[in-house]
């Protein structure tokens, strides 16, 4: 167990909806990232939220966006969705930013019909 | 940009040593991560090498080797709880260094 949450667990939505996921992080941690996970892939960066700011982003689309909280908990919001959005959707919190050891959560199965 | 190669799939016996290997390519390098994840769970920190030489943690054990792009994780003592996806993982340097960038795994099978 990491101290990493998140919800839902799972989730279905159909094409074009919008959702929001959420997760709380390990306390003392300020920075959460978030992952995609197709089915047997490893986890593709989303983004990375440093003190309530996003600090780096990996090849998504605008319709993919987040917070940060000042509680450090963070949410990812992805509206129009699609099909290909299917995934394992994982939060990972760290100590700082530059912190190499990240704490994952369990993850959101979501699916999109 | 980043890119991780390593294999698909390795199977070994219990009670045996497995060593599963990644090469990488980036723009930038910082360290090289590795990864464990069960089915249906998340994934948990092993390790992490950002010199050359072999990091020991019990019966995992990491190596790199900067001037090949290369690293691998060892199993020990292999156990068949130690079924499970491995990635290795690097962040590089620049705009980007807090990302961390995943292999597509090894999914190690430990028969009796």
């Known amino acids: 167990e990491t101290g990493v949450t998140q919800s839902p667990t799972h989730l279905i939505k159909t094409r074009g909806q919008q959702v929001t996921l959420r997760c709380s992080s390990q306390?003392?941690?300020?920075?959460v990232s978030w992952y995609q996970q197709a089915l047997g892939q490893g986890p593709q960066f989303i983004f990375q939220?440093?003190?309530?700011?996003?600090?780096g982003r990996g090849n998504f689309p605008p319709r993919f966006s987040g917070l940060q909280f000042p509680n450090y908990s963070s949410e990812l919001n992805v509206n129009a969705l699609e099909l290909d959005d299917s995934a394992l959707y994982l939060c990972?919190?760290?100590?700082?930013?530059?912190?190499?050891?990240?704490?994952f959560g369990p993850g959101t199965r979501l699916t999109v019909t | 940009g980043q890119s991780l190669e390593q294999p698909s799939e390795v199977t070994a016996v219990e009670g045996a040593i497995v060593q599963i290997n990644c090469t990488y390519q980036?723009?930038?390098?910082?360290?090289l991560s590795w990864y464990q994840q069960h089915d249906g769970g998340a994934p948990t920190f092993l390790s992490y090498?950002?010199?050359?030489g072999l990091e020991e943690t019990g019966r995992f054990s990491s190596f790199l080797s900067r001037s090949d792009s290369y690293g691998y994780l060892l199993l020990q003592e292999l156990q068949m709880k130690d079924s499970a996806s491995y990635f290795c993982?690097?962040?590089?340097?620049?705009?980007?260094?807090?990302?961390?960038?995943f292999g597509k795994g090894t999914k190690l099978s430990v028969i009796p």
């Open positions: 993982a690097v962040r590089g340097t620049g705009a980007g260094s807090y990302q961390l960038t």
């Open positions: 939220y440093y003190r309530e700011e996003e600090n």
């Open positions: 980036t723009s930038g390098f910082y360290g």
């Open positions: 306390s003392g941690h300020n920075t």
């Open positions: 990972a919190s760290s100590l700082d930013r530059g912190t190499y050891e990240q704490y």
């Open positions: 090498n950002a010199l050359d």
